[in-house]
């Protein structure tokens, strides 16, 4: 092998790649070649390591208490914490013919000092190799807008004027500072005056131009901190269907972000879908708007977007097309006598393409509840032809049973948990993650009181509830080889639910009424119920599934093959594989802390 194919294999090895032209160069020269046979002992608590081995084909096998643990084949590096921690514990026998690479310990250790994040990667713990691997993979995906701040972005100049101000005044002030909007201040209380609310007050209610301006000010405003994120900006856009966003830094306001000036950094026109389904007046106008979903999601993840703010866009979107959808066909009368809420991972806000209907909805017990009947069903109907399939579990509106009275979604609820035969359990999990999108929210809030009075002080109830977490084979071996079947793995069962659910669990037992699985788990590290390390390791862990399996639905979106939560090995490169693996080590440790955590082995 010349020095050039040298310098290429290890570029193509993680964390090779991190290394400068000039620290590479000097790798390779810090390299020999070696062959070892079958059986050799290569490091042993009685054969301290002399180098860090980088394997061009055989296996290595490590060892602990004569216990095989894991399996390093072609590509794989080890073992470097022998050499950093001058100590084993584990011995590295070949299983088959090995030809490697060998760096010297003290050659290695200078490469540590030259390169920081070369040594950063050998020193980390699982979760941050995850995190470090992931900056690579996606670091040249990732657009300027993605790591873009607010105080990257043009701000104007605010106009500020007393509540007192007449209307007249304040809108010179605005012209000289040529803004586009009035800030009006009562004692500190903000409110906000646009062209169109002057217009509406003064031009067609005849409201006087020169008196105080402060009555026609709106509130609450919208504000976002001068060091947050643009994304984030994008998500406020978005939700609440405005125009411009207000910027405080230390609490006080300097400057106005216009919605122009935002979309200058996201060419996915998002907002401009948001703006359809506002405006949209019939049906079909509201279907082209949700058709713009899947281009959203490709331009966003072709940038490196991360996965848990593409959902949460997603979600946002998907949740504006729900609730216009329902005002259009519910009459005026029906439409706060009731509460329609989407549950699962849509509820969660971690669903992203198209996938079953998860949907319910509570009627107010003083109103007949047939009376919705016709339109639940037209309600489901509808979102199917929109590309919502049908839920196969029948979890939707149109379904009687998902579609009653408070009271009676409370008697389930007590029912429940009291008595539980079959799907409860699971009924309870998802309605546990409904999030209220249309009509009269407190509904809701209504069953969810229900549901964290019946849980509470139920040990065994919360075991039995925490116990499906461990219902399905995380798919690695014990050398750390992944177990597919035709080289697919089934990531939501093998990964993502065990997280969910488990993390659900813990949230239901310490009333965290978040629904989002990271907020979920970010709520639970303040509460010390994981520890910091852990809830990040966890969270990285659930990060990666979820966006290893959206590259590969996107990948055979336009074909016939749908993969769902199916990922094709045989389609990921030697990082992917390193994340895959790594996560589901993670996923194995957070289901024995479920275990230990709801004592699970005295549960049947």
């Known amino acids: 092998m010349s020095l050039h194919d040298q310098e290429a294999f290890l570029r193509s090895i993680h964390p090779f790649d991190l290394l400068t032209h000039k620290e590479l160069k000097f790798a390779v020269n810090s390299i020999d070649i070696a ?17 860090l081995y980088i394997i061009v084909k055989g296996e290595v096998g490590e060892f602990h208490n004569e216990e095989l643990v894991k399996v390093y084949h072609n590509s794989n590096i080890f073992d470097a914490d022998s050499l950093i921690y001058d100590k084993t514990e584990d011995s590295f026998i070949v299983l088959e013919e090995l030809i490697c ?7 290695f250790k200078k490469l540590l000092d030259l390169n920081n994040s070369f040594k950063e990667y050998f020193i980390n713990d699982l979760a941050n190799k995850i995190q470090s691997v992931k900056q690579k993979e996606y670091s040249t995906q990732l657009s300027g807008f993605m790591i873009a ?23 010179k002030d605005m012209e000289s500072k040529k803004s586009n909007c009035i800030l009006v201040d009562e004692d500190g209380d903000l409110g906000i005056v646009t062209d169109s609310i002057i217009r509406k007050h003064v031009l067609f209610e005849d409201y006087d131009k020169f008196a105080p301006i402060g009555p026609i000010a709106l509130r609450p405003i919208i504000s976002i901190d001068y060091d947050d994120f643009l994304f984030n900006a994008l998500l406020s856009f978005t939700k609440n269907s405005i125009k411009r966003i207000i910027v405080k830094k230390d609490k006080k306001v300097i400057g ?19 703006v359809q389904i506002k405006k949209a007046t019939t049906i079909e106008e509201l279907k082209i708007a949700s058709n713009d979903f899947i281009n959203i999601i490709k331009k966003l993840h072709a940038k490196g977007t991360k996965v848990e703010y593409i959902a949460k866009l997603i979600s946002e979107l998907n949740e504006k097309i729900y609730e216009k959808l329902y005002y259009m066909l519910l009459p005026e009368g029906l439409t706060q006598k009731a509460c329609l809420v989407v549950m699962g991972s849509e509820g969660r806000k971690e669903q992203m393409l198209k996938t079953d209907q998860d949907n319910a909805l509570i009627i107010s017990d003083d109103i007949d509840a047939n009376l919705y009947k016709e339109h639940m069903e037209k309600f489901t109907e509808i979102l199917i032809d929109f590309g919502f399939p049908k839920c196969e579990g029948n979890i939707m509106v149109s379904n009687p049973y998902w579609r009653k ?9 007590d029912r429940w948990v009291e008595a539980p035969v079959g799907d409860d359990y699971m009924n309870l999990a998802i309605f546990f993650d409904a999030t209220a999108v249309a009509g009269d929210h407190k509904l809701l809030y209504g069953v969810k009181d229900r549901i964290r009075s019946s849980v509470k002080d139920k040990p065994v109830f919360m075991a039995n509830f925490a116990k499906a977490t461990l219902l399905f084979e995380t798919p690695i071996g014990m050398f750390t080889n992944l177990i597919a079947k035709n080289n697919l793995i089934d990531v939501k069962k093998g990964g993502i639910f065990p997280i969910v659910q488990g993390i ?45 399996r959206l590259h590969d639905r996107l ?7 749908d993969h769902n939560n199916m990922i094709d090995i045989k389609n ?18 957070f289901k024995s802390f479920i275990s230990h955590h709801f004592k699970l082995n005295l549960v049947q």
């Open 35 to 51: 062959y070892y046979q079958k059986d050799s002992t290569l490091i042993s608590s009685q054969k301290p390591a002399e180098f």
């Open 101 to 107: 690479f060998e760096m010297k310990k003290d050659d």
């Open 149 to 171: 701040k607010v105080s990257d972005s043009y701000l104007h100049e605010p106009c500020i004027v007393d509540a007192k101000t007449s209307i007249m005044d304040a809108l």
């Open 256 to 274: 106005i972000l216009e919605q122009l000036d935002l979309l200058s950094y996201f060419a996915n026109h998002t907002y401009l879908v948001a």
């Open 405 to 413: 009275h408070k009271k009676e979604y409370q008697k389930e609820v």
């Open 504 to 548: 659900r669990s813990l949230a239901l037992e310490n009333n965290i009424f978040k629904t989002n699985t990271n907020s979920r788990i970010r709520e639970l590290k303040q509460m010390k119920i994981l520890d910091k390390s852990f809830a990040g390791a966890v969270e990285e862990a659930f990060d990666t599934l979820l966006s290893l």
């Open 555 to 561: 990948r055979y979106l336009d074909t016939n093959n």
């Open 572 to 589: 990921l490169n030697q990082l992917e594989l390193e994340l895959l693996k790594d996560s589901f080590k993670i996923v194995n440790k």
